[in-house]
């Protein structure tokens, strides 16, 4: 019997453009947000706590909902949509730009954690954690579980990599600091029980819509395809330049999308 599958998406800012040129169009309108949500609803599609990933049975189809970034638009326009629904979520921040502009303060992450959403580490300031030192990367996984825990008051199990960036280094450092799911966002699905290894995400961007996300949680093979080939072809650049050239590209790009690109 074939094991059930599961699409983990992954959102970041819900506003017609992003706070900062960098969020480019993985800035979703709100409009579209509420839609692909509302969608999920009117389908009758299980919307699953990550946790269930890992204790199960979780319902094949299932989806499960994260947020990375720690927005400010979390609080003020997913979480009030979520909450009318009764769907679960996980938000993964930094809590070193906790309270500053467009970010969630920590009035906002406690308001989200006692409304039962689940609260993750995105690592400490969002510093991609491919090319750090060791210390460093102990730094940004270590200090930034404490710093949650020790202000929200609860046990921080799940951490999302910053830009989907650490690979197996990263991995292992999570899970000696006592982190128990890591999260990427290298396209794919979930299959059966969650073990180890990073977990695969769908990145939601605008150009997506609402056709495109019908398309990831129907966990249709040729967009899930797609996505896979989008996904290697930004690795083999992402390896063929350094990182301070692909770093400048992407930004560049991802500028296009914001009020003050140059597009």
Known sequence: MRPPRAAILMYHRVSETGAEPEEGDYALPSALFEAQIRLLAAEGRAVVPLVSLAQGPYPDGAVVLTFDDGCDTDAMIAAPLLRT??????????????GQAGRLSWDQLRGLAADGFAIGSHGLDHTLLDHVSAPELQRQLVDSKQRLQECLRQPVDALSLPGGRGGRRAW?????????????SRPGLVRGAAGAGILPRFPLRRAHGLAGFSAAVGQRPSFLLRQLLRHQATHVTRALLSARAYDSLRRLWLARFHPTGRA
């Open 172 to 184: 292992r450092m999570a899970n000696a600091a006592g982190y128990r799911w890591v999260l990427g």
């Open 85 to 98: 629904l009764g769907f679960p979520a996980a938000f993964f921040v930094n809590p070193a730009r906790v």
